[in-house]
């Protein structure tokens, strides 16, 4: 003890060490990772940002889905049935849940139609990958790509686009990574509803939302294609700020005010949905495309992005 | 003391910090799939890589293989604005989650 207190430092160095090989045994203990023989690099494969080009499911049309609580994975027991209420209210993954990478690089491939499968997406059955030669191979080969697509020459509309769509995107990007907490600040203001603080929070998510469509309506260069989708956007954000804000002011009051002010507040979203669908399609229907790092990206769908 | 204590909080940090939910873009599988009673809209819990509360909407650009319909099932798309999920109205009882804005799923 006496040295631990003449030597804060080294102590302080030792235990954090002590913690690093706690924990390397641990996890070294608790995976089945095969250790590779010889040491190798992994590149993503020559999967080009943008890759997908899937038509949209029509709605309604489940003919080739399975059925409730079955997967095409084998027989592995699901660790929640949809009809598990008690369990999904507390937002809450169970500790029998294990994450498997390799379902996830076979749903992904099977998403960009990838006509290879790795040996880590075969080999699914018993919801582990032991059979896996690397650990490299955990790492779907579709979510990174390490290629660079080439430049293409683009219009001067396919520029103006590209402006338009980066400027729009980095209003989404800073609502988005400024309410990440959006779900708890509902959640926190609908278990206390007489708590004027958490109303409050939520009022204020709401004037955000308004604000950013005010901050999208503003914008200076919008390509005259993009007008109309511009407007119904902005708009979009402007009105489901104000919903929002009118359910928070119906928290304390009875449950059938705020069952309809909630089913106003979902309608709107589903027209901002609608209307930020429709903006993705004008890029798309130009041909204009954005790379991981640039904002309009929000505007994209790629297994590039995770 | 406070040397362990600023250990023992520094460690639950990083423990803690994956939780954190991202708006764009969200993937992973599904453990559990809910059918709300305003729109007919479909509530997703999803476990990692980045998972948390989702919910698919008749306004969703919808590709192969539909909305989410099963746990079990993998879903992979962007996400945007807080979506109330109402299951039951008389008691009144919400799941707010992330409304998908674009999504692929798993059979």
């Known amino acids: 003890m006496e040295w631990i207190r003449l030597h804060p430092y080294s102590s302080a160095l030792a235990v954090a060490a002590a913690l690093v090989v706690t924990g390397t045994l641990f996890i070294e203990s608790h995976t089945s990772t095969v250790t590779p023989s010889s040491i190798s690099a992994w590149g993503g494969g020559d999967v080009p940002v943008n890759d997908i080009s899937l038509s949209p499911e029509p709605l309604g049309n489940n003919s080739n889905q399975t059925s409730l609580n079955t997967t095409d994975y084998g027989t592995r027991t699901l660790p929640y049935t949809s009809n598990d209420l008690g369990a999904s209210s507390s937002g809450t993954i169970p500790d029998n849940y294990q994450y498997n990478a390799a379902e996830f690089q076979a749903f992904v491939t099977k998403l960009v139609h990838q006509s290879q499968t790795s040996s880590s997406g075969s080999n699914t059955t018993s919801g582990t990958a032991t059979d896996s030669?690397?650990?490299?191979?955990?790492?779907?080969?579709?979510?990174?790509?390490?290629?660079?697509?080439?430049?293409?020459?683009?219009?001067?509309?396919?520029?103006?686009?590209?402006?338009?769509?980066?400027?729009?995107?980095?209003?989404?990007?800073?609502?988005?990574?400024?309410?990440?907490?959006?779900?708890q600040i509902f959640k926190d203001a609908m278990a206390s509803r007489n708590d004027s603080t958490k109303q409050s929070s939520l009022i204020r998510l709401g004037e955000d939302l308004k604000a950013t469509g005010d901050e999208i309506a503003q914008l200076g260069k919008v390509p005259e294609v993009a007008t109309s989708n511009n407007t119904a956007l902005s708009k979009s954000y402007i009105d489901s700020g104000t919903k929002l804000i009118l359910v928070a002011?119906?928290?304390?009051?009875?449950?059938?005010d705020l069952v309809k002010a909630i089913e106003n507040y979902d309608g709107t979203v589903n027209g901002f949905v609608k209307n930020y669908v429709a903006l993705a399609g004008v890029f798309s229907n130009y041909g204009v495309t954005f790379g991981p790092s640039d904002p309009g990206n929000v505007f994209s769908f790629t297994p590039n992005a995770l | 003391m406070r040397l362990i204590a600023s250990l023992i909080a520094?460690?639950?940090?990083?423990?803690?910090?994956?939780?954190?939910?991202?708006?764009?873009?969200?993937?992973?599988?599904?453990?559990?799939?809910?059918?709300?009673?305003?729109?007919?809209?479909?509530?997703?819990?999803?476990?990692?890589?980045?998972?948390?509360?989702?919910?698919?909407?008749?306004?969703?650009?919808?590709?192969?293989?539909?909305?989410?319909?099963?746990?079990?099932?993998?879903?992979?798309?962007?996400?945007?604005?807080?979506?109330?999920?109402?299951?039951?109205?008389?008691?009144?009882?919400?799941?707010?989650?992330?409304?998908?804005?674009?999504?692929?799923?798993?059979?």
């Open chain 2, 10 to 107: 520094l460690v639950a940090l990083v423990f803690i910090m994956p939780v954190s939910v991202f708006a764009f873009p969200f993937g992973g599988q599904a453990s559990v799939v809910i059918p709300c009673f305003n729109d007919s809209a479909i509530y997703a819990m999803l476990g990692p890589p980045v998972g948390g509360p989702f919910v698919w909407t008749p306004s969703t650009q919808t590709y192969s293989f539909g909305p989410p319909s099963h746990a079990g099932q993998w879903l992979l798309g962007n996400a945007g604005p807080l979506y109330l999920c109402l299951v039951t109205i008389d008691p009144i009882f919400t799941l707010p989650a992330t409304a998908i804005l674009m999504m692929g799923s798993s059979q």
């Open chain 1, 249 to 256: 002011q119906a928290l304390p009051g009875y449950d059938g």
């Open chain 1, 133 to 183: 030669a690397s650990p490299w191979d955990y790492i779907p080969s579709g979510l990174i790509s390490t290629a660079t697509p080439p430049k293409k020459t683009q219009t001067a509309l396919q520029q103006a686009l590209f402006q338009y769509g980066n400027d729009v995107g980095v209003f989404v990007q800073q609502y988005d990574t400024a309410h990440q907490n959006q779900v």
